[in-house]
């Protein structure tokens, strides 16, 4: 009923850049909050980034700077630009989406199936 589908990761040298996409399945008529995970082998998920349904945005500390999180509300796409990638940024980056109107209802809270960046040093 409702998919999320990421796009963008793959292998890249340090100091590199990759740009995430994330769409949501036409079904979709409107998302409220939306933001990008991440986990790496072993370790637990984590926020990388936020972007509220005001547009307001948030980062961890250890991606402030280099990571920009945008989303295009009228075709439901979420990006996520990373630069200045580092070995330790590599991990399974999940799309995440929070109030969702489709035309099947309305879902509290989706996840994408996510896309694997490495980052070789």
């Known amino acids: 009923q409702v998919q999320l589908v990421e796009s963008g990761g793959g292998l890249v040298q340090a100091g590199g850049s990759l740009r995430l996409s994330c769409t949501a399945s036409e079904s979709v008529f409107s998302i409220n909050a939306m933001g990008w995970y991440r986990q790496a082998p072993g370790k637990q998920r984590e926020l990388v980034a936020h972007v509220s349904g005001g547009d307001k945005t948030t980062y961890r500390d250890a991606v402030k700077g280099r990571f920009t999180i945008s989303r295009d509300n009228a075709k439901n796409i979420l990006y996520l630009q990373m630069n200045g990638l580092k070995p330790e940024d590599t991990a399974v980056y999940y799309c995440?989406?929070?109030?969702?109107?489709?035309?099947?209802?309305?879902?509290?809270?989706?996840w994408g199936q996510g896309t694997q960046v490495t980052v070789s040093s």
């Open positions: 995440n989406a929070r109030g969702i109107v489709t035309t099947y209802g309305h879902f509290d809270d989706y």
